[in-house]
C-alpha cells in the first residue's frame, strides 16, 4: 500500500480522524475518514467510518480516547491500512500560546507547551495531548506533527491582540486574544481568493465560520490581523452553546448570587464560568443549539424564533461591519462551517443587516449547499464585495501541513496544492 498521513481531532468526548494517500506529485487523496463520539459514555459511544462513499456505523464501549484511537486502528486493519503505511501524523492542537505561531514538528518542548496550556483551553489541550502521547505508543518513530488552531492569527498586531490589562497578566499570565478555527480561516479565505482570481498577498476578506462554535476573522493581503474570538473561544460573537462577549462584570454578579443562595464561593465562580460555555449562546436563549431548529420555527412563524434569528444575525453583521471598516480594497465576506455553509436564511438575514453594502443576494445560489459559490455582490468603500459560501477543510490543511513537516522534514507550506486553479 502506498504512504499515507493520518490527521486527528481528539475532542472532549470525541475523535475525528482523516486518512490520506500520498499521490506521486506529492498532493494528497483523502481515503478514509471517521470519528468516534460520546467517548465516556461506554453505553452510547459508537465508531463511524466512511470508505469507498460507504458509511459504516457501529456501537462500541469507549471509555477513554485511549480506546478510541484502539479501535481507530483496528478500523484501519479492516480496511487495508496498515500501521506501516502511515508515515506521519498530525494533530490538531487547540492552543499554541504566544510562542507556536506556526505548525510543528511535535517534541518534548512542544509536549511541554501543550500541557503548560491546560489551564487556558482545559476542554481541549489535555485531550489533544493524549492523542500525541497514544500515537508515540501505537506507532513508535512516526513522526507527530501539531496543527495549531491558534497558528493562523499568529500575524495579528498588538492593537488587535492586546487586552487592556495589568501588565503582570499580559507578561506572566500570558493574557492576550489568540483567536480560533485557524486552519479554517486559513483554508477558506485561500479558496476564495482562488475563486475571485487574485494573488493571495493581495487579497482581503472577512471569513465567518459559523457552527457550533464560530469566529469572525480579518484577512488583509493574505493575513490574520484580527479575529473575534479571544483568550478562550468563549469571546465574540453568539454561539451554539457559548455567550460570545459579554461584560466581564457579570461573571461576578451572577457568582454572587449563587452564593448568596448558599454556595460555596469558588463553586459558584466555576458554575457560572461553565454555564457561559456550556448553557449559554442559543442553548441559552432558545432552549436548543441547533440552528435549524431554530430557522425553520422563524419561518414558520414563530415570533420569538425570529427574534432569536436576529439577535444571532446582529452580532455576527456587527463584527463584519467593524472589520470592514478597519480595512481597505475589501474583497469578500466567506461564510463556512455547519451553519455559515448550511443555514441560507442566516447567510441572508446578516447580509441584509449589512446594509452598508446594499448587497443583491443571488437567492438560488444562496440555497445550493455543499458548494463553493458566490451567492451575492455589494458595494462598500467604493469597492466590488462578494459574499461567498466556501465549505471548508481543516482536514485537508492538517494533513498538507504534516506531509511537508512530518514526511519531506520541511516548514509548513506557504502555498498549498488547492490554491492552484
Known sequence: ?????????????????????????????????????????????????KI??????????????????????????KNGITKESICAVGHRIVHGGPVYTKSTLITEEVKKQIIELFSVAPLHNPQNYIGVEEIEKLLPGVPNVAVFDTA??????????????PEKWYKEFLVRRYGFHGTSHLYVSKRAAVLLKTPYNEFT???????????????????CRDTSMGFTPLAGVI??????????????????KYASEGMDKYEAFEKTVKMLNKESGLMGIAGT???????AKALEGDEQCM??????????????????????????????AGVGENEWFIRQRVLEMLKAFAFEIDNEANRLRGEEVIVGKGRFAGNDVYAMVIPTDEELVIAYDTLAIGYLGEKAPTVYPFEKV
Request: one cysteine or more.
Open 1 to 49: 500500500m502506498k504512504k499515507t498521513i493520518l490527521s486527528l481531532n481528539c475532542g472532549s468526548s470525541s475523535l475525528k480522524y482523516n486518512v490520506f494517500r500520498i499521490n506521486n506529485d506529492l498532493t494528497v487523496t483523502p481515503i478514509l475518514n471517521g470519528n468516534a463520539e460520546e467517548i465516556g459514555n461506554p453505553q452510547r459511544s459508537t465508531m463511524t467510518f
Open 52 to 77: 469507498n462513499d460507504e458509511k459504516n456505523k457501529y456501537p462500541v464501549p469507549l471509555e477513554t480516547h485511549e480506546d478510541a484511537i484502539h479501535e481507530m486502528i483496528k478500523v484501519f486493519r
Open 152 to 165: 493562523f492569527h499568529g500575524t495579528m498586531g498588538e492593537e488587535a491582540f492586546r487586552y487592556a490589562v
Open 205 to 223: 476578506c472577512i471569513t465567518a465560520h459559523l457552527g457550533n462554535g464560530s469566529s469572525i476573522t480579518k484577512v488583509e493581503n493574505g493575513k
Open 239 to 256: 454561539m451554539g452553546t457559548r455567550c460570545g462577549d459579554i461584560d466581564p462584570a457579570i461573571i461576578g454578579h451572577v457568582a454572587a
Open 289 to 295: 443549539n441547533l440552528m435549524q431548529d431554530i430557522r
Open 307 to 336: 427574534k432569536i434569528v436576529d439577535i444571532y444575525c446582529y452580532r455576527i453583521a456587527k463584527f463584519i461591519g467593524e472589520y470592514a471598516c478597519t480595512t481597505d480594497n475589501l474583497k469578500a465576506i466567506v461564510f463556512t
